[in-house]
């Protein structure tokens, strides 16, 4: 089993047809995390409180919890 920290900053690496999150990344942890991997982690697994998940046209997508924090927002 792997070990992984609570991530409070996730960035969308922009790499899908449209500009979509394909991948993400976690300082400390790497880049090019799948979506479906986070989506996991942060939906069943319960990893990184400060993220949810929402989902357009079947898709889903990671990106930070509002709180006023541009910090933690996946693509700014």
């Given at each position: 089993?792997?070990?992984?920290?609570?991530?409070k900053?996730?960035?969308?690496?922009?790499?899908?047809?449209?500009?979509?999150?394909?991948?993400?990344?976690?300082?400390?942890?790497?880049?090019?995390?799948?979506?479906?991997?986070?989506?996991?982690?942060?939906?069943?697994?319960n990893?990184?409180?400060?993220?949810?998940?929402?989902?357009?046209?079947?898709?889903?997508?990671?990106?930070?919890?509002?709180d006023?924090?541009?910090?933690?927002?996946?693509?700014?």
């Open positions: 089993m792997r070990w992984y920290y609570l991530a900053i996730i960035k969308g690496n922009h790499d899908g047809k449209n500009g979509e999150n394909k991948t993400y990344t976690i300082p400390g942890r790497g880049s090019n995390i799948p979506r479906k991997t986070l989506v996991r982690e942060i939906e069943k697994e990893k990184h409180p400060d993220h949810s998940t929402y989902e357009i046209n079947g898709v889903k997508y990671v990106r930070g919890k509002a006023n924090k541009k910090n933690n927002n996946v693509n700014s």
